[in-house]
């Protein structure tokens, strides 16, 4: 073809002065350095790019103030629209900002204005799943391994464990519900040994616990790594459930039990609700909810299965390839 010969490349600020239309869709995220917001990110750009957009990404590092600078930057590129997950600044910082001047996508997070579209992964769920899990292989003594309780990120995620517990008859024991001294922006070293330091704590306070159900795998690793450090077997004494499905959570010795996420797929879903709302007069704001999957691995079972929400879905146990 001539325009094979001529060596010619699309231009994108050509293309979006005749179309009048921005090709450039703002991603920003709270911490880049974490294991699962580059397959957020993944999505995001495939699917983008797939349809002639480019990704401007913004990285906030855990810091309000530097996501509040990434969306006035988005707003000085005039980008076709924002897709923001877990949101750090208040409705009113979001408002100002962006205040109807682009349509934006909100994962993981509430906003009640005319444009706030709402992905919302299924934490609550997840963790009633993995809960149900530790105290179906007889488990009582459940610990809340949480990373920020003052999230809603982690709030739904106790909620789904104290759902669990409840539906169960077993008493909810506050002083089961542990936090980690980690915060958003820290490393992802940061995290394991939050949950090393956490356990380290909840042993030398004698705390008597058969189960851990972490909210971030990091801090599920940290916790199991004290634990077999001090001679606890993992999963004999102590079952230990994590949240995320981390890469790493494969290799490490037991290979860890976790609660998974389609980040990828979301990651797609929010790009293309975002362009659905771009290239559509008449819009709804509209909630979408994807269930979780507990996967079984040697930190709580012998083994391993793929355990889907029955609470949104048919109720099924899948042996791998392996074990069939």
């Not at 105290?135 to 990120?153: A, E, P, Y």
């Amino acid at each position: 073809m001539v325009i094979d010969e001529l060596g010619y490349h699309p231009n994108s600020l050509a293309r979006s002065l005749v179309t009048r239309r921005n090709l450039v869709i703002g991603l920003t995220l709270p911490n880049i350095d974490q294991p699962y917001f580059p397959q957020i990110a993944r999505g995001v750009e495939d699917a983008a790019a797939a349809v002639g957009y480019s990704v401007f990404l913004c990285n906030a590092s855990g810091d309000p103030d530097r996501e509040l600078q990434s969306l006035e930057r988005l707003r000085g590129h005039r980008v076709a629209g924002i897709i923001s997950f877990n949101s750090r600044l208040d409705d009113v910082t979001i408002d100002r900002v962006v205040g109807g001047l682009f349509p934006i996508v909100m994962i993981n997070r509430e906003l009640p204005s005319a444009d706030g579209t709402i992905i919302w992964m299924g934490y609550e769920s997840g963790a009633k799943l993995a809960t149900e899990h530790v105290i179906g292989i007889g488990r009582q003594r459940i610990v809340f391994l949480g990373t920020d309780l003052n999230s809603n990120v982690d709030a739904e995620k106790r909620c789904g464990y104290e759902r669990a517990l409840e539906d169960a008859g077993i008493p909810l024991d506050t002083e089961l519900i542990l936090r980690t001294a980690w915060k958003l922006g820290r490393d992802a070293n940061a995290l394991v040994e939050g949950g090393q330091s956490t356990i380290r704590a909840a042993i030398a306070a004698a705390k008597s616990f058969d189960a851990i159900v972490a909210s971030n795998d990091l801090a599920a690793i940290g916790a199991m790594r004290e634990l077999i450090g001090c001679g606890v077997r993992v999963p004999d004494d102590v079952a230990i459930v994590g949240f995320g499905n981390a890469s790493v959570t494969s290799i490490v010795t037991p290979s860890l039990s976790t609660v998974t996420m389609p980040l990828y797929e979301m990651g797609i879903t929010a790009l293309e609700t975002l362009l659905d709302r771009i290239t559509t007069d008449e819009w709804h704001p509209r909630r979408t909810e994807r269930a979780p999957e507990l996967i079984v691995r040697g930190s709580s079972s012998l083994i391993d299965r793929t355990v889907t929400d029955p609470g949104h879905y048919s109720s099924t146990v899948t042996l791998s390839a392996d074990q069939r």
